[in-house]
């Protein structure tokens, strides 16, 4: 991620262990960890702790690597958590006065789901269950229209638009015109690797552009996607007054990228340029909080030998926890 040009991001993992190899790295996080009961396709998600405790394990991380890290909880999906743990989750988050985050309106059949399971709406069925305000961070939203979006607007609700994601599970396209008319605190996400490929802000900004932008929507230009990228994610978890633009007094999170030489440098080309023509390759130096963490394009905080190795033993922490948990339900 760093050497992509990500500067901060919200990880659902749970252990907080990725957090502490981003913070050693030097990378501004959110610990997102959302509950789940049960997939639909038949896993069942045990619990090792309750989410109270959950909440207090990541306060002691945040504490650990105060500035950089900061954390929310959720839960997963409608359709993957129980109404009661959706609540428990959004307690939790207000006790500490930190974002509730939940995917939902990803797909028309979370919709159907909801209207057969429980008889509503989906907005007004979250709604019921006291899940919305301006603390709820809600990934993807592809099904929203107009109406829906001015009411998730006038509760305050902030969405994250998750294109390579949407565009992999053949979900509708979200209306990001509307999403801007509706003045929806929104930003750009991957909804994580498993579901998009990889951690590929470039991918996605340029996905964005060509399925959301300009020929369906002019005004969603390459300049509002950067926006959705930059200060708009940063107001979706609350860190715009820290993050997000370059201004005096904010944090220099900064990153420095390389384009192709060009006679008419004006902002519209620039913009397009880094939307439509830019790789992660094309990153050149990346600082957070004004630390350069990556310098032409190499870490400099951490060999990257150790950070690789780091990630291995984390894998291997998943992979046999994933096994024990598939012997202690065989027959
Ligand atoms: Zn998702």
Excluded at 30 to 53: F, I, T
Excluded at 164 to 179: H, R
Excluded at 213 to 224: I, L, N, Q
Excluded at 244 to 251: N, P
Aim: glycine share 10%.
């Amino acid at each position: 991620m760093a050497k992509s040009g990500i500067t901060c991001f919200a990880d659902s993992s749970r252990t907080g262990l990725n957090i502490q190899i981003a913070a050693e790295v030097g990378l501004r996080c959110v610990a997102a960890p959302m509950l789940v009961d049960e997939y639909p396709w038949g896993y069942q998600v045990p619990r090792a702790e309750s989410v109270k405790e959950m909440a207090e394990r990541l306060a002691a991380i945040t504490e650990q690597f105060r500035g950089l890290v900061s954390f929310s909880i959720g839960a997963h999906s409608p359709y993957a958590t129980l109404p009661f743990t959706l609540q428990d989750a959004k307690k939790v988050a207000q006790q500490w006065g930190v974002r509730f985050c939940l995917h939902f309106g990803e797909h028309p059949y979370e919709v159907a789901y909801v209207r057969k399971q429980y008889g509503k709406d989906l907005v007004d069925w979250l709604d019921g269950l006291k899940l919305l305000d301006s603390n709820t961070v809600g990934f993807h939203g592809n099904v929203f229209e107009e109406q829906d979006l001015n009411r998730l607007r006038e509760i305050g609700v902030n969405l994250v638009c998750c294109p390579t994601n949407g565009a992999l599970l053949g979900c509708p396209t979200p209306n990001l015109s509307a999403w801007g008319r509706a003045r929806i605190k929104a930003g750009l996400g991957t909804d994580g690797p498993l579901s998009s490929g990889g951690f590929n802000p470039w991918a996605e900004l340029r996905l964005a552009g060509a399925i959301l932008g300009w020929s369906r929507f002019p005004e969603v230009t390459p300049g509002h996607l950067l926006k959705m990228a930059t200060i708009g994610g940063a107001s979706v978890w609350g860190l715009d007054r820290e993050i997000g633009s370059l201004k005096v007094g904010k944090k220099a999170d900064v990153i420095t990228v390389i384009i192709p030489p060009t006679k008419y440098i004006d902002r519209a080309t620039v913009e397009s340029m880094l939307v439509f023509g830019t790789t992660p390759r094309d990153v050149t130096n990346v600082l957070v909080d004004g630390r350069v963490i990556i310098q032409n394009g190499k870490f400099t905080s951490v060999p990257e030998k150790s950070i690789l190795e780091d990630i291995y033993r984390y894998y291997d922490g998943i992979r046999n926890n994933l096994s024990n948990r598939r012997d202690a339900h065989e027959p």
